[in-house]
């Protein structure tokens, strides 16, 4: 935890220079601490069978720890609220909406997403989707939030698919262009090592939303869409290519699209221990690329909002 406690500190300096020159919402209700933003709601949870390989506990873990080693304190943390289903229609279609919320997906969709059905299962992907939402909103405030869960990246529009059943970095995108008078520009940077078909597929035709998204070519999804720029990496890439591969594309992207907002998913499912990966990048390596993400977007006066993404080890 010492790793993340260093980048945290040190994207929180970073942080708290950009937020004399953007303040954007006024309205949000800040905690009473000026430290770098945690979004999190202790309901981003449900039960699932016991054997069942999507690692639930993850999400009040990395806020314990985060709390445990000091990393933050309670008064860094802004408690999202509800996605709403209006907030929800500006991706996902009625019918799905309708379905999802009141349990009428059939079992062949259940199985696409890999959970059975439940009112907490729903409550906790409204919940997530709310904190990325909030999470983008306070980015534009104060220039770095994180959340500690999001990034459910193989939702599409009418259907779950992969764990993913809101699609939040999407929602959160089209809330934020929708909200605003000017459309703002945002780059999704998906580094989770599945790619972000769900998101790429519903900003195919949007000009102000740019997706990029390195990752391995022979993993999940076994159709892959196209995200504005996808970088494919081979099986058992480790730290120094797969640094070398972000780092040759991000700045051209930054430099060409001038994004207004970064949303960063920045996955752990890289490691080499990842049961799902197929990658080998160590504990340092995944600091080196999260560092380095962070700080190609906030030297240049970028904001940023990170979701956890996906890590099964
Ligand atoms: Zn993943």
Not at 7 to 30: D, N, P, T, Y
Not at 55 to 74: A, S
Not at 226 to 233: A, F, I, K
Not at 260 to 272: C, E, K, Q, R
Request: hydrophobic share 35%; proline share 5%.
């Amino acid at each position: 935890m010492t790793r993340i406690k260093q980048i945290l500190s040190r994207s929180r300096l970073v942080g708290v220079v950009l937020i004399s020159s953007r303040c954007f919402h006024a309205e949000l209700v800040r905690p009473e601490s000026s430290g770098l933003p945690i979004i999190h709601h202790g309901k981003c949870v449900c039960e699932l069978p016991p054997s069942h390989r999507f690692p639930m506990g993850k999400f009040p873990r990395v806020f314990h720890f985060l709390l445990k080693d000091q990393v933050i304190t309670e008064k860094q943390v802004w408690i999202p609220e509800i996605a709403s289903e209006d907030v929800l229609s500006c991706v996902h279609s009625e019918d799905y909406l309708k379905n999802f919320i009141n349990g009428t997906i059939n079992e062949a969709e259940q199985r696409r997403t890999g959970f059975p059905w439940s009112e907490d299962l729903v409550r906790r992907c409204r919940y997530e989707t709310g904190g990325t939402v909030l999470a983008a909103e306070v980015a534009l405030q104060r220039g770095l939030a994180c959340s500690t869960a999001g990034g459910t990246h193989h939702a599409f529009p009418n259907y779950g698919s992969g764990f993913c059943l809101l699609n939040n970095l999407a929602v959160a995108a089209k809330y934020l262009m929708n909200k605003s008078p000017s459309k703002r520009k945002i780059l999704i940077v998906d580094l989770d090592v599945h790619q972000g078909d769900g998101t790429a597929f519903i900003f195919k035709e949007e000009p102000y939303v740019f997706t990029f998204s390195v990752h391995c070519g022979k993993n999940f999804p076994l159709f892959k869409q196209q995200s504005d720029l996808d970088v494919s990496v081979e099986d058992g890439l480790e730290d120094e290519e797969y640094l070398s591969t972000v780092n040759s594309h991000l700045p051209g992207v930054l430099e060409t699209f001038r994004p207004d907002l970064v949303l960063y998913d920045a996955g752990v499912d890289p490691h080499w221990e990842d049961e799902l990966g197929r990658l080998r990048l160590t504990d340092q390596g995944l600091y080196q690329r999260d560092l380095y993400v962070l700080r190609a977007a906030v030297s240049r006066g970028i904001p940023v909002a990170t979701v956890i993404g996906g890590g099964y080890s």
